[in-house]
């Protein structure tokens, strides 16, 4: 465990309020509707805190970016600016670096109006931008400067970017630029100050490398933390959605269709899976679009605006990707792979339920990596509603639900509407004008995928069903392969049906274990099924066959065997093969892994 140098924790219980501010900030915040301080905000304006370094701890959404352009106050509006009006400046007073583009703007537009009144100029830059146009910017003067750790250090290398007057330099995200390997841009910058500047760290966490930059360029630095011991956000609705693993897709479409959010943010840990989902979506008619990495900033500036302008209502996007979006009509979150720590989770999750609307944040869980997930909610201190993923039973009762509210709003019609509406109704009978409707409505919906009930809620219910018909008195059989191995009932019933010469509606229940997997097979036709496999070995091609036999007894007491120690209970069971391969089962199979390979949902162990 590292920690930072002693620090001491801001005093809130007698926080500056707005009117102890400069006239000019005062009018400013007024303007855009604040009344009082948030809780990071006050922290900045206790008496502890002027002219101090900070480490700043602040959850997404809870004002930061004004809470450090307040405490850049002292810095900027002097004793020399009586009637807090800024003095032209030949070189910056403050600097803000941000990791991403988006946020670096974002943050330049806020400090905008906040320091509008005062006449403070602010020169923006950041990676993508006409960098000739940014340098004449910093000639002409300007109070604050904003902009991304690259693009800084290029102006700085150039000689168009002074610093030796700087009084106060803001890392914001300061975890996230040393993630995405800005360390050496970040220093030299720094390098380039004066000694006694401010320098002001807002960061999530305090990883190691944030330590150590706090080490270097902080002096008694004042440790603020505003997340709460709740800190869940209190606008969003948390829900974690157990799934089978393979079907991932199938249940992010569902719960897209489910919400129908006005917009959705749709979270991926890798640029591949961006671009996969988002060609899923597209392909199943939503209208999307992807951020991640591999984008160019035109590309980003597009599909940013394709937000904003209602033309697409969903993103999938990396985390860094994603750093800075600020969309107020986002609904709706979705963690398509989970989070790593509770810090991503709230920063994710924190790009809805702003501004006082609600939102709901979704978590899409593998069933065999819920304990992870359940330690993950406990650690973020958030409660989440445990659900199963929208069945398209459940999507078309909200469907309709929906489409009667909005038929039902009150609307103006004007003269041309009502005319071509008395020549339908003389057409066709009321009835069929409003069927032809609601189909025009439905067909323009993507259509809701059918999932496979393989998460343990499904399964105990699907052990208490009754059997169908013709499954009255079945015999279990067993094959040498379960979850470590990849067995997913896709491709597992092909295999089956393939060597044992029958139907899919032969097949009865399948189990799948850790290492094996039971289904059932009829008793009429089991001979002939046990035939059909023996003669087909090898069939499947590889050199080593999936092995399928008889079993004595159902999947619980080889399980319950198997936690004990004991042998299997299986008739004429062989012996465990380890495969000394990674191929699949042949002809239309999965790839599958060895018991001690690592992989989604193996950590390596053994078979016993």
Not at 39 to 51: N, S
Not at 120 to 126: D, E, F, K, L, Y
Request: glycine share 8%; proline share 7%.
């Amino acid at each position: 465990m590292f920690r930072l140098p002693p620090l001491r924790l801001a005093n809130f219980v007698s926080p500056m309020p707005f009117s102890d501010l400069p006239p000019v900030l005062v009018q400013a915040l007024t303007e855009h509707g604040y009344t009082a301080p948030t809780p990071v905000q006050a922290a900045v304006l206790t008496p502890e805190a002027p002219g101090r370094d900070l480490v700043v701890s602040a959850q997404t959404g809870s004002g930061k970016t004004v809470a450090f352009g307040l405490a850049l106050a002292t810095d900027l509006l002097d004793d020399d600016d009586d009637d807090g009006t800024l003095l032209p400046a030949e070189t910056p007073r403050a600097l803000v670096i941000a990791p991403t583009r988006e946020l670096a703007l974002q943050v330049s537009r806020e400090l905008a109006w906040l320091y509008g009144k005062a006449g403070a100029r602010i020169a923006t830059c950041v990676g993508g931008m006409d960098a000739a146009k940014e340098r004449r910017s910093l000639r002409g003067g300007a109070h604050i400067v904003v902009g991304t750790p690259g693009r800084l250090r290029d102006h700085l290398e150039r000689g168009a970017l002074d610093l030796s007057a700087l009084k106060a330099a803001v890392l914001d995200e300061a975890d996230e630029m040393l993630d995405m390997g800005f360390r050496e841009d970040l220093e030299q910058i720094l390098d380039a100050t004066l000694d006694g500047r401010r320098t002001l760290l807002f960061s999530a966490t305090m990883p190691r490398p944030i330590v150590a930059l706090a080490k270097r360029y902080q002096r008694d630095a004042l440790r603020i933390s505003t997340v709460s011991d709740e800190r869940g956000h209190g606008d969003i609705t948390y829900q974690a959605v157990t799934i089978s693993p393979s079907e991932t897709e199938a249940a992010v479409i569902n719960l897209l269709r489910f919400h129908e959010a006005e917009t959705a943010l749709l979270f991926c840990a890798t640029r591949d899976n961006v671009r996969r989902f988002h060609a899923t979506l597209l392909e199943r008619g939503f209208s999307a679009v992807a951020l991640s990495g591999e984008h160019s900033q035109s590309e980003r500036n597009h599909a940013l605006q394709a937000l904003r302008d209602r033309r697409a209502r969903i993103c999938v996007a990396t985390d860094v990707a994603a750093r800075g979006i600020d969309l107020p009509s986002l609904g709706l979150v979705i963690h398509v792979e989970i989070p790593r720590d509770p810090e991503a989770l709230q920063h994710r999750s924190g790009r809805t339920g702003r501004a006082g609307k609600k939102g709901t944040a979704v978590l899409v869980v593998p069933y065999q990596r819920r304990k992870r997930v359940e330690s993950l909610l406990r650690a973020a201190k958030v409660t989440a509603e445990w659900i199963e993923a929208p069945t398209p039973e459940a999507i078309r009762k909200q469907d309709r639900e929906r489409l009667l509210a909005a038929l039902l709003e009150p609307v103006a019609f004007d003269d041309e509407d009502r005319a071509l509406a008395e020549r339908l109704m003389a057409e066709r009978p009321a009835a069929d004008i409003a069927a032809a409707l609601v189909r025009a409505h439905r067909a323009q919906m993507p259509q809701p995928e059918e999932l496979i009930g393989n998460s343990p809620d499904a399964r105990r219910a699907a052990q208490a069903e009754r059997h169908r018909p013709g499954f009255e008195d079945t015999v279990w059989f067993r094959m040498d392969i379960g979850r470590r191995q990849n067995a997913d009932p896709r491709w597992l019933l092909p295999l089956l049906c393939r060597r044992g010469h029958i139907t899919k509606n032969e097949v009865g229940a399948i189990r799948i274990g850790v290492n094996e997997t039971h289904f059932q097979i009829p008793r009429a036709i089991s001979g002939k099924f046990s035939a059909a496999v023996a003669r087909t070995v090898g069939a499947e091609g590889g050199d080593d066959p999936v092995h399928i036999e008889p079993s004595q007894a159902g999947p619980r007491e080889s399980a319950r065997a198997n936690r004990a120690g004991g042998p299997r209970p299986h008739a004429g069971a062989a012996p465990y093969k380890a495969r000394p391969n990674g191929r699949g089962p042949g002809k239309g199979g999965k790839p599958f892994r060895k018991p001690g390979d690592r992989g989604p949902g193996n950590r390596g162990g053994h078979h016993k």
